[in-house]
């Protein structure tokens, strides 16, 4: 069957190289996330994607200090935010999304089977009636096959679940953002054992990315340091993938990459931050409401993972 979405988005690539977005990256050692400021050149426009709310999980203790180096810089240069974009609801890293949207403006956006991944953690973590499960904390929510501009710059959205079922990647000129879709060559894919992961739709969903045109760049929500490099890196292309990712290279078959995918997230354990993560992203960054005392909590559910 014929994905004419994947066709337009690779129309626009292929087109792009008329109007190339500017992309800066933050990288956070602490979360090993990748932050990107993506901005077009002629209008100054711009979208913040996948921000970090830096926290402390032994103390509790909060921090803007990467949420503030981005505001800098979009500062500096002159920009106007007019997109707070997440891949999908992070589960290694808290979204500062709230906070950027306070200083610079901007629409909160995901994709919109964040839904589901809402009425999953929403049930764990026991929310009360003020958290909605409908997405409604979010400013916008994409479908497969959306586009919006920024400034002058073409956007499309793909949704790539797997890794988890809101998943998305923003396909911004020549340039997509995967979020958790796709690692670097040298580390491979993303874990899929999450509620709603699936290594087979993962695997369909980096397919669908890795048939975008080879000269497509591509950047990664992450970077782990695998062995046997000293440098943290986070753009590649779809041809360097094709034919190096460990995981998914060209002539690795599904059911071959379902097999080493299942078997490998058996032996991970949880993400540091995930309990946080989560009931923070789920409502978009936003904290839970402050109790009688005025102080905010994040629940651990005992034995509920």
Known sequence: MTDSILARAAEQVSNSQRNIPIIRAFFDPETFTVTYVVHDAETQ???????????DPASGRTSLRSADKVIAYVKEQGLTVEWLLETHAHA??????????????????IGEHIVTVQKVFGTLFNAGTEFQRDGS??????????RFKIGNLDVTVLHVPGHTPACIAYVIGDAVFVGDTLFMPDYGTARTDFPGGDARKLYQSM???????ETTRLFMCHDYLPEGRDKYVWETTVAAERKGNIHAHDGVTEDEFVYMRTARDKTLDM???ILPSVQVNMRAGHLPPAEDNGIRYLKIPLDGV
Do not use: T
């Open 137 to 146: 904390d979010f400013d916008h929510l994409f479908a497969d096959g959306d």
């Open 45 to 55: 426009c711009a979208a913040v994607i996948d921000s970090v709310f830096n926290f």
């Open 207 to 213: 397919r669908r990315l890795l048939s975008l045109p």
């Open 271 to 273: 993400p540091r931050l």
């Open 92 to 109: 290694d890293h808290l979204s500062a999304a709230p906070y950027l949207q306070d200083k610079l403006g901007g629409k909160i956006a």
